[in-house]
């Protein structure tokens, strides 16, 4: 997958162990609806230096 955006960039959540710990549950239920063991959810932030 190649992904590209001006308006968007990853969020850093590292240092937020409840936000991984939620998106982790969201990818094991979606895997378990899906049948896709490998679903892989993303996190964006909007980018505020972004010209829109």
């Not at 969020?11 to 409840?18: C, F, H, N, Q, V």
């Not at 969201?26 to 505020?48: D, F, H, Q």
Request: charged letters at 25%; hydrophobic letters at 40%.
């Amino acid at each position: 997958m190649d992904i590209h955006t001006d308006s968007y960039t990853i969020a850093a959540l590292s240092e937020r162990d409840e936000a991984i710990e939620i998106i982790r549950d969201a990818e094991a239920a979606l895997a378990e609806l899906t049948g896709n063991p490998t679903v892989t959810l993303i996190a964006y932030e909007k980018n505020t230096e972004a010209h829109t």
